[in-house]
């Protein structure tokens, strides 16, 4: 077992972040144990809540790593090509990352905080910046609409995307006739945009 004095408190931390996201990608969200974690890293339970208030802090952490490079795979599809063009491109790497990381995908939607536990800032600060990026792409479609307007579009057509990602990702898309994940997403894109920019 491991010695607090070998490690710095932001040291062990990221150890602890590590060792969760870890366990998820291998085993799942269902299969996220304060002791395991503590074993992967050679600490006590004891140690890990020093530097996370409880479990669920910690849970949110690890979504919160999630969300940061889901941030980063979609940033990287911001250009000056139209923005109907781009959306398409942010919907359906969205859609790949899901499938690639599902496990880490999943658990942002599959864990759910107490009745009376608030959405940490940090926490809420990065689901808005994922959801700012598709905002700016509808500011691009149209300056007839108001900024409520393209916010409702883009977080719309975003659970749209996210629908199907968790229908397809869970083997229930069969059932809808359809068993391309991309094509679908593609779809729902272009026809949402054409009624949405003809709804002035």
């Known amino acids: 077992m491991a010695r607090?004095?070998?490690?710095s408190q932001e040291e062990i931390k990221k150890m602890v972040l590590k060792a969760a996201e870890t366990i998820v990608i291998e085993e799942g969200f269902s299969e996220l144990k304060v002791r395991k974690v503590a074993m992967e890293i050679g600490y006590t339970?004891?140690?890990?809540?020093?530097?996370?208030?409880?479990?669920?802090?910690?849970?949110?952490h690890v979504k919160g790593k999630t969300l940061d490079d889901i941030s980063d795979q979609l940033q990287q599809l911001i250009t000056d090509e139209k923005a109907e063009k781009v959306i398409e491109l942010l919907a359906k790497r969205y859609?790949?990352?899901?499938?690639?990381?599902?496990?880490?995908w999943n658990m942002i939607f599959e864990h759910h905080l107490a009745d009376d536990a608030v959405v940490p800032d940090w926490y809420q600060k990065k689901v808005d910046g994922i959801f700012g990026l598709i905002e700016f792409q509808f500011q691009r479609l149209s300056a007839t609409h108001n900024e409520k307007q393209q916010k409702m579009a883009a977080r719309t057509l975003w659970s749209g995307v996210h629908g199907i990602c968790a229908l397809s990702l869970t083997g229930k898309m069969d059932l809808l006739g359809s068993n391309n994940m991309n094509e679908t997403v593609a779809l729902l894109v272009e026809n949402f945009i054409k009624g949405w920019m003809n709804n002035n």
Do not use: K, P
Not at 45 to 54: A, K, P
Not at 95 to 104: E, G, I, V
């Open 45 to 60: 339970v004891g140690s890990i809540y020093m530097v996370f208030d409880n479990m669920a802090d910690l849970i949110m």
């Open 95 to 104: 859609a790949t990352f899901a499938d690639q990381h599902y496990n880490r």
């Open 4 to 7: 607090r004095s070998e490690h």
